[in-house]
């Protein structure tokens, strides 16, 4: 038996598509068989299987299931929570794998699949390699079992762990996604007041997007905050692997803010640590880490990229711009956002108790959105090979490590292809605005001779 993916659902990180249209559960079915073959051919016997709480996902973990056992894995399902649960109970039950069935930020209609083997990110060539197994139906057969395991109190448990201290009144939104019910059991450990909105997971998401990154979905943790007077707000995206934070004044703490944040308490307990963000974070943070002592080291976008280079480099911390957060020091090493908001309120409690006086303090700078356009597919890298080897001949300060990020005295724009959609994204951040139109007349005129422009802007 073989079986054909849609080409747009294999995509770097993980397997995902538009339910009905580009993702089914003959392909949940073709991932179950060649994962497991994986599994099997790495000396492994076990996964665990959890969802997130989109519509869809009871369909793709029943036809997902089918395809493990029938290449010969036992099956360990977790039912519905966030992602990071899963990471978590790969982490520490006896079992070689882990698939969580999340369509994660996206709108509802689209769902898909994060793997993790034998504690190491399943992702580039592995999942392409899922794609070329299936064509060929190379595939283990076997009679897997199945078996359903509670672990939901136990991860509770253990981000309880990593609380140490501080009591704030505390504005929480769960965005109707899957960390609902452990941020209810999470909250009523913590001391404090606390506020929760939409805890009830519905993957119709009928209260807003859940994508904390996008400031238009804090709109309501914002109002929460201003009403009742609260000391700061954390929200979270549909599969609760991502961060958003806002202070008492409803100021968005940036990804890489609260990672500037929460690397002081970790470079204390871990000096001369390496801190790692990708390459859309601030200069402000790559600065910051080096005065408290710690080795900042700039890197790829992408969270199965990030969890790479924290193993080669033993960093006990990595952040990205999108609010993956990643803790190494006294935890895993994959990204958990209900674990990072535990921290994140350690840390706020540590220095000086007040998240928005920390705000307060950082850097004045203006930096634009992430600015995203359609490019041709086919066009997509050799355009910033392009731009990198004009820039490197005028004599530009480049830094190749994902895509071109330049440096001027007025500050630095970046330039990279997504590794997930036809575009190109760009960003700029500058001490003044006139610094600012300086920079984005830069990129314009690297796009121009390129043949391209910066148009409307492409949606996620």
Do not use: C
């Not at 448990?157 to 009591?167: C, Q, T, W």
């Not at 990643?326 to 007040?354: E, P, T």
Request: glycine share 12%; net charge negative; hydrophobic share 40%.
């Amino acid at each position: 038996m073989t079986h054909r993916f849609d080409p747009t659902s294999l995509r770097e990180y993980d397997i995902r598509g538009i339910v009905g249209k580009t993702l089914g559960a003959e392909d949940a079915y073709a991932i179950g068989r060649g994962f497991a073959t994986h599994v099997r051919r790495a000396g492994g016997t076990r996964v665990v299987v959890g969802r997130d709480g989109r519509v869809s996902s009871p369909m793709l973990q029943e036809a997902l299931v089918r395809g493990l056992t029938e290449s010969g894995v036992d099956v360990v399902r977790v039912g519905i929570g966030p992602t990071p649960m899963v990471y978590y109970a790969e982490a520490v039950l006896e079992v070689d794998g882990g698939i969580q069935i999340t369509g994660s930020h996206n709108p509802a209609d689209y769902n898909g699949f994060k793997m993790v083997l034998q504690h190491a990110p399943f992702f580039g060539q592995d999942i392409q390699s899922i794609g070329k197994m299936a064509e060929e139906g190379d595939w283990d057969e076997g009679t897997g079992e199945v078996t359903d395991y509670d672990i939901e109190d136990m991860y509770v448990d253990r981000l309880f762990a990593g609380y140490s201290g501080g009591s704030f009144r505390i504005g929480w939104d769960n965005g109707n996604g899957a960390g609902g019910r452990v941020l209810e059991k999470l909250v009523a450990k913590l001391p404090g007041e606390h506020h929760l909105l939409y805890t009830e997971i519905d993957g119709t998401f009928p209260n807003h997007h859940p994508d904390p990154t996008e400031e238009k979905n804090l709109a309501d943790l914002k109002k929460l905050v201003a009403e009742k007077g609260l000391d700061f707000g954390i929200a979270f995206d549909g599969d609760a692997d991502r961060i958003g934070a806002i202070d008492g004044e409803g100021r968005v703490v940036w990804g890489d803010q609260l990672l500037s944040i929460l690397a002081e308490p970790v470079l204390r307990a871990v000096p001369g640590g390496t801190i790692i963000a990708d390459v859309k974070a601030s200069q402000a943070l790559y600065d910051r880490i080096a005065e408290l002592g710690g080795v900042p080291v700039m890197w790829k976008t992408g969270h199965s990229l990030i969890k790479v280079k924290m193993k080669e480099t033993n960093s006990p911390l990595a952040g990205e711009m999108s609010g993956h957060i990643f803790f190494a020091h006294d935890w895993y090493g994959f990204d958990d956002a209900i674990y990072a908001a535990v921290r994140l309120i350690g840390s706020v409690q540590v220095l000086g108790g007040s998240l928005t006086d920390l705000k307060s303090a950082m850097p004045a700078l203006v930096n634009t959105p992430e600015m995203r356009f359609q490019v041709d597919e086919s066009r997509k890298f050799a355009v910033v090979d392009e731009i990198l080897d004009r820039l490197e001949e005028a004599g530009a300060d480049v830094n190749r490590t994902d895509g071109a990020r330049v440096n001027t005295p007025d500050g630095w724009w970046l330039l990279r292809a997504s590794n997930t959609q036809d575009v190109l994204v760009a960003r700029a951040e500058a001490k003044d605005q006139a610094g600012l139109d300086r920079l984005l007349a830069q990129i314009d005129s690297q796009l121009a001779q390129s043949g391209l422009e910066r148009g409307p802007q492409a949606g996620h």
